[in-house]
């Protein structure tokens, strides 16, 4: 009797901390916790798919992952644009059904769709007929053999984007929803045939690059169909027509690409300065490219649960502001960041003592396992410290309508902080990656700073973004 009355109440006592910090008006605690489930298996398969892969591409020289990593750099700042413009359907999709609005859903779902899908589109076909002048542009200074397999890798992952696109769009739409579930069986189903197909074509067939560019294609092919499945089916609450998912409804585009091209822009200037910062890597050698490569795979580990609830707060906060209920987007926001660094906390403490274990998995040369090792210990201390107000609480604000704000003050944060300072320190003190990456960090420390300020004020949540 007395254990079930402990029982009982430890349970109670959980209750009511949830209920106190985490639930309000608009979503109870346990709506975020069955939306912040799906999300955490979803961050975790996607991190550790990159993690394998890079691995697995490893077997094939440091020359292949010099290659994937500068491609990958560019896909970022690319594939960011259609991230970001998807992200904008999440905010309308979000806010549509916080308000209650059931007939504007599926309009804001097409609109998202159809808005990234012309981006993709236009993008894919101007880095397929420019690869070679971009890479030579960018990294030119990289070995022959290195520029040849990023050639390949680049082309392959622009034949890729629409695909991409149609599979974010639409998870991105589902996620504003509430659907994660659904979200989460895309990416799974992406990741999983990409991960399936690179054992085949790079471990089994030895095919390298080629291989790993057939497996990308073919998984992201297969995803974007299942994402309109998702969009057809019977049992879908908002359902659409096969007519209806690319449909030029101007006003909706307007929402979307008007939430959207702040983020894009910022993505676009924000992965620009990391590309900038990626070149001066390229100039150090292809050994210096591998330690970024190896050091970004290895501390994206870290970030899982918090990348996790950075997705989960746009659709809370809204939601929240869909339904006009600023007390709790203002306490989601605030729980959500403490609870984000005591995420980050935790993961260091269960990855750090295994850190040489696992970076050997990479098959790094004796020379740069030293700068691995520090960089990543420095970088999980900053992300402790910083990462929740300088990437969490812009995520929240730009749900709350306030995309502008935000993206201004991160792109002049990246280029007048980042970038100079990473010069400074990577290219003219000789600190060399390690220099680039202390330099990112001291940024997020600026950036949240800002980030924090605009929180304490009312201005970010008083935008109209739906009727």
């Known amino acids: 009797?007395?254990?079930?009355?402990?029982?009982?109440?430890?349970?109670?006592?959980?209750?009511?901390?949830?209920?106190?910090?985490?639930?309000?008006?608009?979503?109870?605690?346990?709506?975020?916790?069955?939306?912040?489930?799906?999300?955490?298996?979803?961050?975790?398969?996607?991190?550790?798919?990159n993690l394998f892969n890079t691995s697995m591409i490893s077997s094939s020289g440091l020359e292949a992952v010099s290659a994937v990593n500068m491609v990958d750099s560019l896909n970022a700042f690319l594939l960011n644009i259609f991230i970001a413009v998807a992200t904008g359907g999440t905010v309308i999709v979000a806010q549509y059904k916080g308000r209650g609005n059931s007939r504007d859903v599926p309009r804001a779902i097409s609109g998202s769709v159809t808005a990234v899908l012309l981006i993709a589109s236009s993008i894919a076909v101007a880095v397929i007929l420019s690869a070679p002048a971009i890479l030579r542009w960018l990294f030119g200074t990289a070995e022959r053999v290195v520029l040849d397999n990023a050639r390949i890798y680049l082309?392959?992952?622009?034949?890729?984007y629409v695909f991409f696109g149609m599979m974010e769009a639409v998870s991105a739409s589902l996620r504003g929803l509430g659907e994660t579930r659904s979200s989460l069986v895309l990416t799974l189903t992406m990741h999983g045939i990409y991960v399936f197909l690179n054992v085949i074509l790079i471990?089994?067939?030895?095919?390298?690059?080629s291989g790993m560019v057939i497996s990308l294609i073919s998984a992201r092919v297969i995803a974007a169909m299942l994402s309109v499945f998702f969009l057809v089916r019977k049992k879908n609450l908002y359902r659409l027509r096969p007519s209806e998912i690319f449909r030029m409804d101007f006003p909706m585009l307007k929402r979307a690409l008007t939430l959207g091209f702040p983020f894009a822009a910022e993505q676009m200037f924000f992965n620009g300065g990391k590309i900038l910062t990626q070149t001066?890597?390229?100039?150090?050698?292809?050994?210096?490219?591998?330690?970024?490569a190896i050091t970004g795979s290895v501390t994206s580990l870290f970030m899982i649960p918090a990348n996790t609830l950075a997705l989960a707060i746009i659709t809370v906060v809204g939601q929240c502001i869909g339904n006009r209920d600023i007390d709790q987007a203002r306490k989601a926001i605030r729980s959500f960041s403490i609870l984000t660094s005591a995420a980050i906390l935790v993961m260091a403490a269960l990855i750090l003592p295994f850190m040489r274990s696992i970076v050997s998995i990479f098959g790094p040369t004796e020379e740069i396992i030293g700068d691995i090792l520090l960089i990543t210990y420095i970088n999980t201390a900053a992300q402790f410290l910083f990462w929740s107000v300088s990437?969490?609480?812009?995520?929240?604000?730009?749900?709350?309508?306030?995309a502008r704000y935000t993206s201004v003050m991160s792109m002049l944060s990246m280029w007048l902080f980042r970038v100079v300072l990473g010069y400074i320190l990577g290219v003219v003190a000789g600190l060399g990656v390690p220099g680039v990456w202390f330099a990112m960090e001291a940024e997020w420390g600026v950036r949240g700073l800002i980030f924090l300020l605009r929180l304490r004020g009312n201005k970010w949540y008083r935008h109209k973004v739906i009727d």
């Open 203 to 209: 471990r089994v067939f030895s095919l390298g690059i």
């Open 391 to 402: 990437f969490l609480v812009p995520a929240a604000l730009r749900a709350a309508g306030d």
């Open 155 to 160: 082309i392959g992952s622009a034949v890729s």
């Open 280 to 292: 001066f890597v390229v100039g150090m050698g292809t050994l210096a490219i591998a330690t970024n």
């Open 1 to 49: 009797m007395n254990r079930n009355n402990g029982e009982f109440s430890a349970t109670y006592r959980a209750d009511r901390f949830l209920t106190k910090h985490f639930s309000g008006g608009t979503m109870d605690y346990r709506q975020i916790i069955a939306l912040i489930i799906p999300l955490l298996i979803d961050q975790t398969f996607l991190v550790c798919t």
